[in-house]
Protein backbone atom coordinates (compact mmCIF):
# COMPACT_ATOMS: atom_id res chain seq x y z
CA UNK A 1 0.00 0.00 0.00
CA UNK A 2 1.42 3.26 -0.99
CA UNK A 3 1.78 6.18 1.55
CA UNK A 4 -0.84 8.30 -0.72
CA UNK A 5 -3.40 5.67 -0.15
CA UNK A 6 -2.66 4.95 3.80
CA UNK A 7 -3.27 9.07 4.54
CA UNK A 8 -6.44 8.85 2.51
CA UNK A 9 -7.46 5.51 4.48
CA UNK A 10 -7.16 7.29 7.71
CA UNK A 11 -8.37 10.41 6.79
CA UNK A 12 -11.89 8.49 5.58
CA UNK A 13 -11.65 6.15 8.89
CA UNK A 14 -11.42 9.63 10.65
CA UNK A 15 -13.61 11.49 9.01
CA UNK A 16 -16.60 8.41 9.79
CA UNK A 17 -15.59 8.60 13.51
CA UNK A 18 -16.34 11.93 13.86
CA UNK A 19 -19.72 11.66 12.23
CA UNK A 20 -20.25 8.66 14.24
CA UNK A 21 -19.42 10.45 17.55
CA UNK A 22 -21.64 13.34 16.44
CA UNK A 23 -24.32 11.74 15.56
CA UNK A 24 -23.72 9.59 19.03
CA UNK A 25 -24.37 12.85 20.58
CA UNK A 26 -26.50 15.47 18.68
CA UNK A 27 -29.08 12.76 17.21
CA UNK A 28 -30.43 11.93 20.35
CA UNK A 29 -30.79 15.59 21.77
CA UNK A 30 -32.59 16.01 18.42
CA UNK A 31 -34.95 13.40 19.31
CA UNK A 32 -35.67 14.11 22.72
CA UNK A 33 -34.33 17.42 23.67
CA UNK A 34 -34.38 19.08 27.29
CA UNK A 35 -37.54 20.70 28.37
CA UNK A 36 -37.93 24.49 28.12
CA UNK A 37 -39.52 26.69 30.61
CA UNK A 38 -42.49 27.06 28.34
CA UNK A 39 -43.09 23.02 27.91
CA UNK A 40 -43.04 23.10 31.53
CA UNK A 41 -45.45 25.72 32.25
CA UNK A 42 -48.76 25.22 33.35
CA UNK A 43 -46.83 22.13 35.71
CA UNK A 44 -47.55 23.69 39.11
CA UNK A 45 -45.41 21.24 41.32
CA UNK A 46 -41.95 21.85 41.40
CA UNK A 47 -41.31 17.90 42.24
CA UNK A 48 -43.40 17.49 38.90
CA UNK A 49 -41.34 19.61 36.52
CA UNK A 50 -37.98 17.62 37.89
CA UNK A 51 -39.49 14.44 37.27
CA UNK A 52 -40.37 15.30 33.25
CA UNK A 53 -37.16 16.49 33.26
CA UNK A 54 -35.13 13.63 34.40
CA UNK A 55 -37.66 11.04 32.44
CA UNK A 56 -36.17 13.50 29.38
CA UNK A 57 -33.12 13.23 30.22
CA UNK A 58 -33.33 9.21 30.64
CA UNK A 59 -34.95 9.19 27.11
CA UNK A 60 -32.34 10.77 25.35
CA UNK A 61 -29.39 8.50 27.25
CA UNK A 62 -31.46 5.50 26.30
CA UNK A 63 -31.69 6.43 22.49
CA UNK A 64 -27.58 7.44 22.87
CA UNK A 65 -27.21 3.70 24.47
CA UNK A 66 -29.08 2.12 21.78
CA UNK A 67 -26.84 4.18 18.92
CA UNK A 68 -24.15 3.08 20.68
CA UNK A 69 -25.34 -0.84 20.92
CA UNK A 70 -25.74 -0.39 16.90
CA UNK A 71 -22.74 0.75 15.98
CA UNK A 72 -20.91 -1.46 18.42
CA UNK A 73 -22.57 -4.30 16.58
CA UNK A 74 -22.01 -2.85 13.30
CA UNK A 75 -18.36 -2.89 14.45
CA UNK A 76 -18.72 -6.12 15.44
CA UNK A 77 -20.23 -7.60 11.88
CA UNK A 78 -17.27 -5.99 9.83
CA UNK A 79 -14.92 -6.77 11.96
CA UNK A 80 -16.03 -10.56 11.56
CA UNK A 81 -16.64 -9.71 7.37
CA UNK A 82 -13.10 -8.07 7.80
CA UNK A 83 -11.91 -11.64 9.47
CA UNK A 84 -13.70 -13.61 7.00
CA UNK A 85 -12.58 -11.98 4.07
CA UNK A 86 -8.56 -12.24 5.58
CA UNK A 87 -9.05 -16.31 6.09
CA UNK A 88 -10.16 -16.61 2.58
CA UNK A 89 -7.53 -14.73 1.29
CA UNK A 90 -5.05 -16.36 3.31
CA UNK A 91 -7.05 -19.98 2.32
CA UNK A 92 -6.59 -19.11 -1.56
CA UNK A 93 -3.09 -18.33 -1.23
CA UNK A 94 -2.48 -21.40 0.50
CA UNK A 95 -4.17 -23.37 -2.21
CA UNK A 96 -2.41 -21.85 -4.48
CA UNK A 97 1.40 -22.35 -3.31
CA UNK A 98 0.33 -25.91 -2.38
CA UNK A 99 -0.72 -26.10 -6.09
CA UNK A 100 2.15 -24.65 -7.40
CA UNK A 101 4.22 -26.89 -5.64
CA UNK A 102 2.61 -29.96 -6.39
CA UNK A 103 2.95 -29.04 -9.93
CA UNK A 104 6.89 -28.99 -9.66
CA UNK A 105 6.72 -32.44 -7.76
CA UNK A 106 4.97 -34.34 -10.46
CA UNK A 107 7.79 -32.52 -12.87
CA UNK A 108 10.56 -34.50 -11.00
CA UNK A 109 12.74 -36.95 -11.61
CA UNK A 110 12.37 -38.90 -8.11
CA UNK A 111 9.39 -41.47 -8.73
CA UNK A 112 8.61 -40.95 -4.76
CA UNK A 113 8.59 -37.16 -5.04
CA UNK A 114 5.84 -37.60 -8.19
CA UNK A 115 3.74 -39.82 -6.34
CA UNK A 116 3.75 -37.13 -3.35
CA UNK A 117 3.19 -34.62 -5.87
CA UNK A 118 -0.38 -36.39 -7.50
CA UNK A 119 -2.02 -37.23 -3.59
CA UNK A 120 -1.36 -33.04 -2.74
CA UNK A 121 -3.11 -32.52 -5.97
CA UNK A 122 -5.99 -34.96 -4.96
CA UNK A 123 -6.10 -33.27 -1.72
CA UNK A 124 -6.24 -30.01 -2.96
CA UNK A 125 -8.97 -31.32 -5.58
CA UNK A 126 -11.54 -32.17 -2.41
CA UNK A 127 -10.59 -28.75 -0.76
CA UNK A 128 -10.96 -26.45 -3.70
CA UNK A 129 -14.01 -27.04 -6.19
CA UNK A 130 -12.30 -24.55 -8.17
CA UNK A 131 -9.54 -26.48 -8.66
CA UNK A 132 -11.12 -30.03 -9.73
CA UNK A 133 -10.83 -29.65 -13.41
CA UNK A 134 -7.87 -28.25 -13.59
CA UNK A 135 -6.05 -31.04 -11.75
CA UNK A 136 -8.15 -33.24 -13.82
CA UNK A 137 -6.40 -31.89 -16.58
CA UNK A 138 -3.23 -31.77 -15.25
CA UNK A 139 -3.52 -35.93 -14.35
CA UNK A 140 -5.15 -36.71 -17.45
CA UNK A 141 -2.11 -35.01 -19.32
CA UNK A 142 0.48 -36.20 -16.65
CA UNK A 143 -0.81 -39.75 -17.60
CA UNK A 144 -1.08 -39.47 -21.39
CA UNK A 145 2.65 -37.71 -21.12
CA UNK A 146 4.15 -40.80 -19.37
CA UNK A 147 2.37 -43.54 -21.34
CA UNK A 148 1.92 -42.34 -24.67
CA UNK A 149 0.71 -45.36 -27.15
CA UNK A 150 0.38 -43.52 -30.34
CA UNK A 151 -1.78 -45.78 -32.76
CA UNK A 152 -1.90 -44.82 -36.27
CA UNK A 153 1.34 -42.89 -36.89
CA UNK A 154 4.27 -43.94 -38.61
CA UNK A 155 6.58 -45.08 -35.72
CA UNK A 156 3.62 -46.22 -33.61
CA UNK A 157 3.23 -49.36 -31.67
CA UNK A 158 1.65 -52.10 -33.46
CA UNK A 159 -2.18 -52.40 -32.61
CA UNK A 160 -3.28 -54.45 -31.76
CA UNK A 161 0.13 -56.24 -30.85
CA UNK A 162 0.47 -60.45 -32.39
CA UNK A 163 -0.03 -61.13 -28.67
CA UNK A 164 -0.61 -60.28 -25.31
CA UNK A 165 2.74 -59.32 -23.43
CA UNK A 166 2.06 -61.84 -20.26
CA UNK A 167 5.65 -60.92 -19.02
CA UNK A 168 5.34 -57.15 -18.68
CA UNK A 169 4.68 -56.18 -15.20
CA UNK A 170 1.50 -54.86 -13.86
CA UNK A 171 0.74 -51.01 -13.84
CA UNK A 172 1.64 -50.72 -10.08
CA UNK A 173 5.24 -52.00 -10.54
CA UNK A 174 5.83 -50.61 -14.25
CA UNK A 175 5.02 -47.41 -13.47
CA UNK A 176 3.39 -46.77 -10.15
CA UNK A 177 3.45 -43.19 -10.42
CA UNK A 178 1.18 -43.57 -13.67
CA UNK A 179 -1.29 -46.23 -11.48
CA UNK A 180 -1.64 -43.52 -8.32
CA UNK A 181 -2.42 -40.85 -10.88
CA UNK A 182 -5.23 -43.17 -12.04
CA UNK A 183 -6.66 -44.01 -8.83
CA UNK A 184 -6.77 -40.62 -7.55
CA UNK A 185 -8.72 -39.62 -11.39
CA UNK A 186 -11.46 -42.32 -10.57
CA UNK A 187 -11.74 -40.90 -6.93
CA UNK A 188 -12.35 -37.34 -7.94
CA UNK A 189 -15.14 -36.15 -7.08
CA UNK A 190 -18.11 -36.33 -9.60
CA UNK A 191 -20.60 -33.59 -11.02
CA UNK A 192 -23.01 -33.87 -13.96
CA UNK A 193 -21.13 -31.08 -15.21
CA UNK A 194 -17.89 -32.47 -15.02
CA UNK A 195 -15.72 -32.46 -18.18
CA UNK A 196 -14.72 -36.05 -19.77
CA UNK A 197 -11.85 -37.64 -18.88
CA UNK A 198 -9.44 -37.83 -21.74
CA UNK A 199 -7.30 -40.93 -21.62
CA UNK A 200 -7.07 -41.68 -25.72
CA UNK A 201 -4.12 -43.65 -27.13
CA UNK A 202 -2.46 -44.78 -23.78
CA UNK A 203 -0.54 -47.42 -22.74
CA UNK A 204 -2.25 -48.84 -19.67
CA UNK A 205 -1.33 -52.45 -19.92
CA UNK A 206 -2.03 -54.39 -16.42
CA UNK A 207 -3.95 -50.96 -15.26
CA UNK A 208 -5.36 -52.22 -11.51
CA UNK A 209 -9.07 -50.23 -11.29
CA UNK A 210 -11.27 -52.61 -9.71
CA UNK A 211 -14.08 -50.65 -8.79
CA UNK A 212 -13.54 -47.66 -10.45
CA UNK A 213 -15.97 -44.71 -11.05
CA UNK A 214 -14.66 -43.49 -14.98
CA UNK A 215 -17.90 -43.08 -16.78
CA UNK A 216 -17.88 -41.35 -19.60
CA UNK A 217 -13.93 -41.80 -20.43
CA UNK A 218 -12.28 -41.89 -23.56
CA UNK A 219 -10.20 -44.87 -24.26
CA UNK A 220 -10.10 -44.51 -27.75
CA UNK A 221 -7.50 -46.65 -29.13
CA UNK A 222 -5.95 -47.13 -26.00
CA UNK A 223 -4.58 -50.50 -24.87
CA UNK A 224 -5.85 -52.11 -21.58
CA UNK A 225 -4.42 -55.43 -22.34
CA UNK A 226 -4.74 -57.32 -18.61
CA UNK A 227 -6.32 -54.45 -16.99
CA UNK A 228 -8.02 -55.21 -13.80
CA UNK A 229 -11.52 -53.73 -14.58
CA UNK A 230 -13.94 -55.88 -12.52
CA UNK A 231 -16.94 -53.97 -10.62
CA UNK A 232 -15.66 -50.83 -12.66
CA UNK A 233 -18.04 -48.37 -13.35
CA UNK A 234 -17.41 -47.80 -17.00
CA UNK A 235 -20.77 -46.68 -18.64
CA UNK A 236 -20.80 -44.39 -21.69
CA UNK A 237 -17.48 -44.75 -21.96
CA UNK A 238 -15.69 -44.73 -25.68
CA UNK A 239 -13.15 -48.15 -26.07
CA UNK A 240 -13.16 -47.65 -29.99
CA UNK A 241 -10.55 -49.33 -31.46
CA UNK A 242 -9.34 -50.24 -28.01
CA UNK A 243 -7.26 -53.12 -26.89
CA UNK A 244 -8.73 -55.14 -23.80
CA UNK A 245 -7.71 -58.49 -24.36
CA UNK A 246 -6.94 -60.50 -21.55
CA UNK A 247 -8.65 -58.07 -19.51
CA UNK A 248 -10.93 -58.26 -16.36
CA UNK A 249 -14.03 -56.65 -16.42
CA UNK A 250 -16.43 -59.07 -14.28
CA UNK A 251 -19.47 -57.48 -12.79
CA UNK A 252 -18.45 -54.00 -15.01
CA UNK A 253 -20.86 -51.51 -15.63
CA UNK A 254 -20.85 -51.02 -19.37
CA UNK A 255 -24.45 -49.60 -20.38
CA UNK A 256 -24.37 -47.87 -23.47
CA UNK A 257 -20.65 -47.90 -23.82
CA UNK A 258 -19.16 -47.87 -27.16
CA UNK A 259 -17.24 -51.12 -27.80
CA UNK A 260 -16.84 -50.50 -31.67
CA UNK A 261 -14.21 -52.22 -32.87
CA UNK A 262 -12.49 -53.20 -29.89
CA UNK A 263 -10.47 -56.19 -29.06
CA UNK A 264 -11.93 -58.23 -26.16
CA UNK A 265 -10.43 -61.96 -26.88
CA UNK A 266 -10.09 -63.80 -23.86
CA UNK A 267 -11.64 -61.09 -21.81
CA UNK A 268 -13.82 -61.66 -18.77
CA UNK A 269 -17.29 -60.05 -18.67
CA UNK A 270 -19.06 -62.18 -16.22
CA UNK A 271 -22.17 -60.82 -15.29
CA UNK A 272 -21.29 -57.75 -16.76
CA UNK A 273 -23.95 -55.12 -17.53
CA UNK A 274 -23.29 -54.68 -21.35
CA UNK A 275 -26.87 -53.09 -21.84
CA UNK A 276 -27.22 -50.70 -24.97
CA UNK A 277 -23.18 -50.83 -25.60
CA UNK A 278 -22.21 -50.70 -29.07
CA UNK A 279 -20.40 -53.87 -30.56
CA UNK A 280 -20.38 -53.56 -34.06
CA UNK A 281 -16.84 -54.61 -35.16
CA UNK A 282 -16.03 -55.61 -31.92
CA UNK A 283 -13.76 -59.07 -31.28
CA UNK A 284 -15.52 -61.03 -29.00
CA UNK A 285 -13.90 -64.28 -29.83
CA UNK A 286 -12.74 -66.27 -26.64
CA UNK A 287 -15.00 -63.84 -24.41
CA UNK A 288 -16.41 -64.91 -21.41
CA UNK A 289 -20.04 -63.94 -21.27
CA UNK A 290 -21.80 -66.20 -18.49
CA UNK A 291 -24.69 -64.07 -17.08
CA UNK A 292 -23.75 -60.95 -18.68
CA UNK A 293 -26.86 -58.02 -19.30
CA UNK A 294 -26.94 -58.13 -23.32
CA UNK A 295 -29.93 -56.40 -23.98
CA UNK A 296 -29.92 -53.48 -26.66
CA UNK A 297 -26.32 -54.13 -27.43
CA UNK A 298 -25.76 -53.34 -31.41
CA UNK A 299 -23.62 -55.67 -33.44
CA UNK A 300 -22.78 -56.24 -36.91
CA UNK A 301 -22.03 -58.89 -39.46
CA UNK A 302 -17.98 -57.46 -38.03
CA UNK A 303 -18.96 -58.36 -34.59
CA UNK A 304 -16.33 -61.58 -33.67
CA UNK A 305 -18.94 -63.71 -31.16
CA UNK A 306 -17.67 -66.52 -28.80
CA UNK A 307 -17.97 -69.78 -29.80
CA UNK A 308 -21.49 -71.30 -29.25
CA UNK A 309 -22.92 -68.10 -29.14
CA UNK A 310 -25.68 -68.49 -32.14
CA UNK A 311 -27.83 -65.69 -33.90
CA UNK A 312 -30.71 -67.80 -31.94
CA UNK A 313 -28.85 -66.98 -28.68
CA UNK A 314 -27.97 -64.00 -29.58
CA UNK A 315 -31.79 -62.90 -29.79
CA UNK A 316 -32.87 -64.23 -26.90
CA UNK A 317 -30.06 -62.59 -25.04
CA UNK A 318 -32.28 -59.25 -26.77
CA UNK A 319 -29.06 -58.38 -28.68
CA UNK A 320 -29.82 -56.48 -32.25
CA UNK A 321 -27.56 -57.78 -34.47
CA UNK A 322 -27.87 -55.89 -37.97
CA UNK A 323 -25.71 -58.33 -39.85
CA UNK A 324 -25.98 -56.05 -43.03
CA UNK A 325 -24.05 -53.42 -41.62
CA UNK A 326 -20.77 -53.54 -43.41
Known amino acids: MSRRTMWISMLTASGVFVVVVGAIILVPRLLYPPLSAADLHGV ?19 ARSAMLQSCVGLLVVIGAAATWRQVHVSRESQITERFTRAVDQIGSRDINVRIGGIYALERIAKNSHADRDPIQFLLGAFVRGKLTWLVGTADGPEHPTTSVDERLPVMNVRAPDVQAAMWVLERRPRTPDDPKLYLSRVDLRGISLRGARLSRTLFRHSNLARAALAGAQLDRCDFTDADLRRSLLDGASLKGTNLSRAHLHGASLRRADVRGADLRGADLSGTVLEEALLTGAQADGATVWPTGLSAEVRRELGIIDDSRSP
Open 44 to 62: GSAQARIELQQAQSRLTND
